[in-house]
């Protein structure tokens, strides 16, 4: 019986310290205890067979352990995939895809569904879509590289740089910043009148459902803008004199005062950037976001070549739209998959912590600084869920993202520092709400997961 007492608190010694070692963490007040306990039981005139028969049931209690912790987190993830699964299926889903990651890679991914019903193509990491207001975060990148580049600052009058005047007929001495471009609270405003003709159709190139694009139509969405390019168009909608040009394309306060969720601010800014650098904003993103990414799947143009790799973008189970671009395409146009955006993920993570091969440390530092204060908000903004940084939105229960809608898209991109993890969706089908889909993927990365093997 002594014996045993004596293997058995000996098995929970060589435990410890192979425990100690692997975590590489023994302090002075261990030393004395193993020092204590080597001295009373004289452990060093063990028999060869008892030491190797200890070091055998501590590993064998270690694999243990760390088999337990892969096992929760596997476990873990199949509830997602099960939870996912029942939102799928309840929200008649055509297909989508979720990809969670660490600072490393990813730790696990998950498809579901279809690219395209008909044809059954699944709908899979390497599906291509855009990916709405979800390519916002690329702005704010950008504009936080125009910065670094030197060509304006979050401070300077827009004014300076455009080669027309924006004047806002409800404040017409207004002074409209780069960042109050990047917050939402320029006074620039979606008119409904106007701003859904900016999106362009092409019936041709793809089979569509005639009732889904009527729907589309009876929204607004009847391609009257005849303009083709960002350079033709904002003169015509923000100067005066322009053909849609109107006092409804702007708030009523002064610029900084009323927070208005804006599409057309969004890509007047990145149209900035296109002024200073000489370059389309699409060839700017790809030098300094996609190509250091190593997004070679990614872009900014309807690729009419590789519509076999692109979802449908459905209405229903039933109808799709047509596929379809815009002349502000920065603010909702980047075509994507999830092993992508991916990538882009994990480098703005990264970037967080310290790597910049992005951005600098303060670049980082400024894009994810609140732009509002509790004490003194913009009208039209509530601070009880979330605030602003530059274009991304800083949850208050400590995540950062962006989500992302239009027809036949769903979007969602986030990471929570706290945990080291990250999270993407994309579906090929509006959802009037896709807060149960965020829900399972905020719920999935509040608590640390082991990195997939």
């Given at each position: 019986m002594i014996?045993?007492?004596?293997?058995?608190?000996?098995?929970?010694?060589?435990?410890?310290?192979?425990?100690?070692?692997?975590?590489?963490?023994?302090?002075?007040?261990?030393?004395?205890?193993?020092?204590?306990?080597?001295?009373?039981?004289?452990?060093?005139?063990?028999?060869?067979?008892?030491?190797?028969?200890?070091?055998?049931?501590?590993?064998i209690i270690i694999v243990s352990l760390l088999a337990s912790g892969g096992a929760k987190g596997q476990s873990k993830f199949d509830t997602l995939t099960k939870r996912m699964q029942t939102l799928f299926l309840n929200d008649s889903l055509p297909g989508l895809s979720v990809v969670l990651v660490n600072t490393k890679g990813i730790v696990y991914q998950k498809n579901f569904g279809y690219a395209d019903i008909a044809n059954k193509v699944p709908y899979t990491t390497a599906t291509i879509q855009n990916i709405g207001s979800v390519s916002k975060t690329?702005?704010?990148?950008?504009?936080?590289?125009?910065?670094?580049?030197?060509?304006?600052?979050?401070?300077?009058?827009?004014?300076?740089?455009?080669?027309?005047?924006?004047?806002?007929?409800?404040?017409?001495?207004?002074?409209?910043?780069?960042?109050?471009?990047?917050?939402?609270?320029?006074?620039?405003?979606?008119?409904?009148?106007?701003?859904?003709?900016?999106?362009?159709?092409?019936?041709?190139?793809?089979?569509?459902s005639q009732s889904a694009y009527d729907v589309l139509q009876s929204l607004g969405y009847r391609q009257k803008v005849t303009d083709t390019s960002m350079k033709d168009f904002f003169p015509n909608y923000l100067s005066p004199g322009g053909k849609y040009y109107k006092s409804e394309n702007f708030g009523k306060g002064s610029p900084g005062s009323t927070s208005s969720y804006s599409n057309g601010a969004s890509a007047l800014a990145a149209y900035l950037i296109e002024v200073k650098s000489g370059l389309s904003y699409a060839a700017f993103t790809t030098k300094y976001i996609l190509r250091p990414m190593k997004m070679?799947?990614?872009?900014?143009?309807?690729?009419?070549?590789?519509?076999?790799?692109?979802?449908?973008?459905?209405?229903?189970?039933?109808?799709?739209?047509?596929?379809?671009?815009?002349?502000?395409?920065?603010?909702?146009?980047?075509?994507?998959?999830?092993?992508?955006?991916?990538?882009?993920l994990i480098g703005i993570m990264n970037g967080y912590n310290g790597d910049t091969t992005l951005l600098s440390n303060a670049s980082y530092k400024t894009m994810f600084t609140k732009q509002f204060s509790n004490e003194n908000p913009p009208l039209g903004i509530k601070l009880t869920h979330r605030n602003k940084g530059i274009f991304w939105n800083l949850y208050n229960d400590g995540t950062i993202g962006h989500d992302g809608d239009d027809p036949g898209v769903i979007s969602f991109l986030f990471f929570n520092p706290a945990t080291g993890l990250g999270g993407i969706f994309l579906c090929n089908k509006y959802l009037p709400n896709k807060q149960p889909l965020v829900d399972l993927l905020l719920d999935a990365t509040n608590t640390s997961l082991p990195a997939k093997n």
């Open positions: 014996f045993l007492l004596i293997l058995t608190a000996a098995t929970i010694y060589y435990l410890s310290v192979s425990i100690s070692h692997f975590y590489n963490y023994r302090n002075k007040y261990w030393f004395r205890f193993e020092f204590s306990f080597i001295k009373y039981f004289n452990l060093y005139a063990m028999s060869p067979i008892i030491k190797r028969y200890l070091k055998f049931i501590s590993f690329l702005i704010a990148v950008a504009i936080m590289k125009a910065v670094e580049l030197k060509y304006f600052t979050l401070e300077t009058d827009i004014n300076d740089i455009l080669p027309f005047k924006v004047v806002n007929p409800n404040a017409p001495n207004g002074r409209i910043t780069v960042r109050e471009l990047t917050n939402h609270t320029s006074g620039i405003v979606d008119n409904p009148a106007i701003y859904p003709d900016t999106y362009k159709f092409f019936p041709a190139i793809r089979s569509y070679a799947h990614s872009g900014w143009v309807l690729d009419t070549g590789k519509l076999t790799t692109m979802a449908r973008p459905y209405y229903d189970l039933d109808r799709s739209f047509p596929m379809y671009s815009w002349i502000t395409y920065p603010e909702g146009g980047l075509r994507t998959c999830t092993a992508d955006l991916s990538k882009y």
